[in-house]
């Protein structure tokens, strides 16, 4: 049976096969990395573009990276459900959004998703985040997230017999496209940037429920040594910590695709323009 949200691979790698069965939950497949990007080729590109009158926030730079790295390493964007593995038809990246200003609150925060194009240059990516960003803010407004959750919270009984119906819905493909787009578990990546609130990076857990295979945390910058010259310096870089579900390909190719981000990352002026070529997923 098909998903709303991607399309059965079945001709994946035996050892990746066996893995979802051996590997049944995505929290017992979570492989860790930190990402220390240089923040120097960052900040240089992101006052030109200020100066250009095209200002470009950070959080444009990391997501147009990762959508370029998708259309290069496709299966960046597989997920695993009930132990078969999907090509997902869509980019969406589910980001914690602080309403108000309300860091020091328990509940100033909304998560929902936003989508991108596998064509989408740096400029499409800030205009789709300011944009993303702009109406989560908005108090008096909610996402579609939110509406979901406030249906299922206002009935007592209701929530737990809800979750128990989405968790068996997702797990044999009979959630509607509706309960999927309004899912901030049903991604590409989840991305928390920890920075924003002066947090060091984590390796955030993934979930479960829901299809993402990928969660990346940005934290405080800190001093990375480096060895140059024969010589011990310290570069300042942005961590980026990844936590990864290893079921949907191999530990190489996640190492390929990472380097490619980091090189988008080291000259976003490499984003401006769109993809030479967006990659199908080599098992479709």
Request: charge should be positive.
């Amino acid at each position: 049976m098909g998903r709303a949200d991607g399309k059965l691979l079945r001709h994946t790698d035996p050892m990746y096969r066996i893995a979802a069965h051996v590997m049944a939950k995505r929290s017992d497949s979570m492989n860790n990395i930190t990402l220390d990007i240089p923040t120097a080729p960052i900040d240089r590109y992101l006052r030109q573009k200020k100066r250009e009158g095209t200002p470009v926030s950070h959080m444009a730079v990391i997501m147009a990276a990762y959508v370029r790295t998708i259309c290069e390493f496709p299966a960046l964007n597989r997920f695993i459900v009930n132990k078969r593995a999907y090509a997902r038809n869509e980019i969406a990246v589910g980001m914690v959004v602080l309403r108000g200003g309300h860091e020091d609150t328990a509940n100033g925060g909304t998560m929902s998703k936003l989508y991108f194009q596998p064509t989408d240059t740096i400029f499409d990516v800030e205009e789709r985040v300011q944009k993303y960003v702009s109406d989560n803010r908005n108090q008096e407004k909610s996402n579609s997230t939110d509406d979901l959750i406030a249906k299922l919270v206002a009935i007592p009984g209701l929530l737990r017999f809800a979750v128990n119906l989405l968790k068996f819905g997702d797990r044999h493909n009979l959630l509607p496209k509706s309960i999927i787009d309004a899912s901030p578990f049903h991604c590409s990546l989840v991305f928390t940037n920890l920075k924003s609130i002066r947090t060091n990076h984590i390796h955030h857990h993934a979930y479960d429920f829901g299809t993402t295979s990928v969660v990346m945390a940005a934290g405080n910058s800190r001093e990375v040594p480096r060895r140059r010259g024969g010589e011990i310096v310290h570069e300042t870089c942005m961590p980026l910590g990844v936590v990864m579900d290893e079921r949907i390909c191999s530990g190489s190719y996640f190492a390929m695709a990472f380097r490619s981000m980091k090189k988008y990352l080291e000259d976003p002026s490499l984003l401006e323009t769109p993809p030479a070529e967006v990659k199908p997923d080599p098992e479709l």
